[in-house]
T-cell receptor, first 114, second 109 residues
Framework: DTGVSQNPRHKITKRGQNVTFRCDPISEHNRLYWYRQTLGQGPEFLTYFQNEAQLEKSRLLSDRFSAERPKGSFSTLEIQRTEQGDSAMYLC????????????FGEGSWLTVV | AQRVTQPEKLLSVFKGAPVELKCNYSYSGSPELFWYVQYSRQRLQLLLRHISRESIKGFTADLNKGETSFHLKKPFAQEEDSAMYYCAPPAYNFNKFYFGSGTKLNVKP
């Protein structure tokens, strides 16, 4: 499967713990995006990278959230001191830099904070 | 920033009936609009985009600037069309998409 890959697919953690999600984009894609989706809502933009540079962050991305893409390939999204409100599906997507090209989503990582 | 409204959370139709999933947007420029679909247990994927003016799986979507709408239509719904549908305009430089809250389409046999 050469699509966007995310892991872990599911994570249950206790409030206050740190969690990290990994995303491997489609190999030739130089844009990588993180979205968050809660029940009954569409995906909400969190941040995006162009190669290794993080070019935009949403206000949804509090200081407990940090995303990296150190070599312009895979990316990690870390949430520190998790709260119950962080429970959501975290979606990664990638695309090439070419005008109106589409973005391709991974299957997502479910986070449940208990 | 673009905003999109999908007024229906759930739309149920019988197989063979026409279906229209509504999307209204607010945008100050010339919009580019996309429809994404998520079938059960599958990832979110592109269904169609305004600029291509194509029909995918029998679905079409017409941009109506006067009504600021981009409704998704299909003349004869099939059971396999049952899914979540999201209207999604991109930001001007395609660095992100703004997703609506989605409409769940349920096609009954």
């Amino acid at each position: 499967d050469t699509g966007v890959s995310q892991n872990p697919r599911h994570k249950i953690t206790k409030r206050g713990q740190n969690v990290t999600f990994r995303c491997d984009p489609i190999s030739e894609h130089n844009r990588l995006y993180w979205y968050r989706q809660t029940l009954g809502q569409g995906p909400e933009f969190l941040t995006y990278f162009q190669n290794e540079a993080q070019l935009e962050k949403s206000r949804l991305l509090s200081d407990r959230f940090s995303a990296e893409r150190p070599k312009g390939s895979f990316s990690t999204l870390e949430i520190q001191r998790t709260e119950q409100g962080d429970s959501a599906m975290y979606l990664c997507a990638s695309s090439i830099i070419q005008g109106s090209d589409t973005i391709y989503f991974g299957e997502g990582s479910w986070l449940t904070v208990v | 920033a673009q905003r999109v409204t999908q007024p229906e959370k759930l739309l149920s139709v019988f197989k063979g009936a026409p279906v229209e999933l509504k999307c209204n947007y607010s945008y100050s420029g010339s919009p580019e609009l996309f429809w994404y679909v998520q079938y059960s247990r599958q990832r979110l994927q592109l269904l169609l985009r305004h600029i291509s003016r194509e029909s995918i799986k029998g679905f079409t979507a017409d941009l109506n600037k006067g009504e600021t709408s981009f409704h998704l239509k299909k003349p004869f719904a099939q059971e396999e069309d049952s899914a979540m549908y999201y209207c999604a305009p991109p930001a001007y430089n395609f660095n992100k998409f703004y997703f609506g809250s989605g409409t769940k389409l349920n096609v009954k046999p």
